[in-house]
Structure formats: C-alpha cells, structure tokens
C-alpha cells in the first residue's frame, strides 16, 4: 500500500478545518443566549467586513472579470509558476502551511473547550475560535490558486496570503490580551508562534511583490 501523497493529506486536513469553521457558524447562528449572540456576531461582521474589503480592493484592480471565474478551493496537482513558487516543495507539505495547520489546530482546540466554559462570552476566546482554523485555510486557498493557471490566480493566491497575515495578527492581538490573565504557560507558546507565523506571512508578501510575479 503507498503512502496518501501530501496534496491529498492535506486536502483531508483542510475539508475538516473548514468543516469546523462551518459548525461555529452553525452555532452562532443557533444561538438563543441574546448577549453571547451579539459578542458572536460582532467577531463575525469583522471577518465579513475584512473578506469584503478584500474582494473589494481586488476588484478595483482587476475589474469584476475576476469575479465570473471559477475558484476551487482544493489543491492542484499540476506544476505552475504561480505567486506561491517560494512556498511550493516537490515531495512534502509546504512548511507554514504546516506549522500553521498545526498552530490552528492546537490553538481551535483549546480556545472551543475554553469558551464552552470559564470563557463563555468572551470576545477574545471566541475570536480564536474563528481565526485559528481560518489561518491554514487561507494559506491552503493561496496554495491552491498559485499552483493553478487561472488568469487571475497569482492576484487572489495574493489577496488569501494577506487575510491569512491578518487573520493570525488578530488572534496574536487577542491572545497578548488573554496572556495578561495568567492562563498558563500554553497561551503563551501559542502567541509565540502566533507572532512568527504572521513573521513568515508578511515577509512572503514583501518577497513576492518584489519578485515581480504580482502587479504592485
């Protein structure tokens, strides 16, 4: 039997990240506590304002044209040139995605059990509980349309690196605020990495926009 390639192990990993992204939406959406629904969707309207905002600067970029083209958000087998080539390896996962999937994964399970119990309502504990598997996601879409010949792949694998790069400063931003509470030692790893995660993502941007593979 051979060993699942990596592109396919991923692809595993990402459907459950955004299936846990689906199911805290779910229970927003469910939610009957009036106060913890109005803290719930206050995270959600600065993540819908954020992807707005996003698109909208594209499509002042690019026309509306990019809009009519298909995105599959799965990853790509093919070879391509795409504005991701740094991040690409031929024989293993791409390694911030990876340190980011694991981060997420650490940082969404501690922040779920957290908020179900002393942290229920909290602003900051729930805003984790969003970015936390949304960091790998975006990385993994940028991945994705970089490795494609879509004709407006490179500008969105672009734009996916950016939420990524702020998505992980808003969860190292709320979890600076929850170190002052003393919750241990593990929320102060988690901000650590946190920090060089966003460290790698703005350095990526710089280098590929001086690379001239994107207009700037």
């Known amino acids: 039997m051979h060993p699942n390639p990596p592109w396919l192990m991923r692809r595993d990993e990402l459907h459950l990240l955004e299936e846990r992204f689906d199911e805290?939406?779910?229970?927003h959406d469910d939610?009957?506590?009036?106060?913890?629904?109005?803290?719930?969707e206050r995270v959600w309207r600065e993540y819908t304002h954020t992807e707005a905002e996003g698109d909208a600067?594209?499509?002042?970029?690019?026309g509306e044209k990019w809009l009519e083209t298909e995105h599959r958000h799965?990853?790509?087998?093919?070879?391509?040139?795409?504005?991701?080539?740094?991040?690409?390896?031929?024989?293993?996962?791409d390694p911030?995605?990876?340190?980011?999937?694991?981060?997420?994964?650490?940082?969404?399970?501690?922040?779920?059990?957290y908020y179900r119990g002393e942290g229920a309502g909290d602003?900051?504990?729930?805003?984790?509980?969003?970015?936390?598997?949304?960091?790998?996601?975006?990385?993994?879409?940028?991945?994705?349309?970089?490795?494609?010949?879509?004709?407006f792949?490179?500008?969105i694998a672009y734009k996916e690196i950016a939420l990524a790069q702020m998505y992980v400063s808003r969860a190292r931003e709320a979890l600076t605020r929850l170190k002052l509470r003393s919750l241990g030692s593990r929320i102060d790893t988690l901000a650590t990495q946190?920090?060089?995660?966003?460290?790698?993502?703005?350095?990526?941007?710089?280098?590929?926009k001086r690379s001239g593979d994107r207009p700037v």
């Open 24 to 27: 805290l939406f779910s229970k």
């Open 57 to 62: 600067a594209l499509t002042t970029e690019l």
């Open 123 to 151: 602003v900051d504990v729930y805003r984790l509980c969003l970015y936390a598997p949304l960091v790998p996601i975006k990385i993994s879409y940028a991945i994705s349309e970089g490795s494609s010949d879509g004709e």
């Open 74 to 93: 799965e990853h790509c087998r093919h070879e391509g040139s795409g504005v991701l080539e740094t991040l690409r390896r031929e024989s293993v996962r």
């Open 31 to 40: 939610q009957k506590d009036e106060g913890m629904w109005k803290t719930q």
């Open 153 to 155: 792949s490179d500008e």
């Open 194 to 208: 946190a920090k060089s995660i966003e460290e790698d993502l703005t350095q990526l941007r710089k280098r590929l």
């Open 96 to 113: 911030l995605y990876a340190r980011a999937a694991a981060w997420g994964a650490e940082l969404a399970r501690w922040a779920l059990q």
